[in-house]
């Protein structure tokens, strides 16, 4: 299944920001102040109140304040949960995102961009017994590695013990994987959960050897002249 996408809009409001990629199964806060945002805000909490959060592609600066500036074409699609009204008339938002989709074309002469999109079907390819490795492997990277915040650790320690199917666990974990927005949204792009996880699996690893090696680089009598 398609997570809760099946009763999507014909169009969907599009909210390109850098460095924000929603997964569904998590809830991320909104401070909306841009006036064709907050325009966005209240035709979304008048209708279907679905928000849809485009990552912007590097290079997007110069286009910012326009309705060119790129995107990456998969995006979450999230249902607003919570909204206030604040001074100036802007927005807090609380957005839980129920889904991806890929956006088909940009429609509309609207102040702010709107999509035609197409639910992402994910699925798992992995039989229960590679399920069940994938999810060992990844909770023993996460224990004690030192390339993870504590808290951070904590938090993905408790979903251990948690009955979450591989396809929203590696969505869980993706949304607060250390690293670059672009890592999460090869995470967000691979609807496959098997492949996510082995992606996820491959970075967790990765800082925990860069940790490590920081470590050993500081450690007394660990440099040569050679």
């Not at 912007?56 to 304040?65: D, F, Q, V």
């Not at 991806?100 to 992402?120: F, H, K, N």
């Not at 909770?139 to 808290?151: E, H, K, S, T, V």
Request: glycine share 8%.
């Amino acid at each position: 299944m398609a997570d809760e996408l099946l009763d999507l809009p014909e169009l969907v409001p599009l909210f390109p920001l850098p460095g924000v990629v929603l997964f569904p199964h998590t809830i991320i806060p909104l401070h909306i102040f841009e006036p064709r945002y907050r325009a966005m805000a209240a035709d979304a909490l008048a209708g279907e109140r679905v928000l849809a959060i485009a990552l912007l592609k590097p290079g997007w600066e110069p286009l910012y304040y326009t309705t060119r500036a790129p995107i990456h074409r998969t995006i979450g699609v999230g249902h607003i949960l919570e909204s206030e009204q604040v001074a100036e008339g802007n927005y807090n938002v609380l957005l839980r995102g129920v889904g991806r989709a890929q956006v088909l074309e940009e429609v509309g002469e609207r102040a702010y961009r709107v999509a035609r999109v197409q639910p992402v079907e994910t699925y798992c390819s992995a039989d229960d017994t590679s399920a069940g490795e994938l999810r060992t492997a990844l909770f023993a990277a996460i224990r004690r590695n030192p390339g993870l915040d504590p808290g951070l650790r904590r938090q993905w320690l408790r979903l251990r013990d948690a009955e979450v199917p591989l396809n929203e666990l590696t969505d869980l974990l993706a949304a607060g994987v250390p690293g670059e927005a672009e890592l999460r949204q090869c995470l967000l792009d691979e609807a496959d959960a098997l492949a996510r996880g082995q992606l996820l699996l491959d970075q967790i690893r990765v800082l925990a050897e860069i940790s490590k090696n920081m470590h050993r680089a500081d450690l007394p009598g660990q440099h040569s002249l050679n």
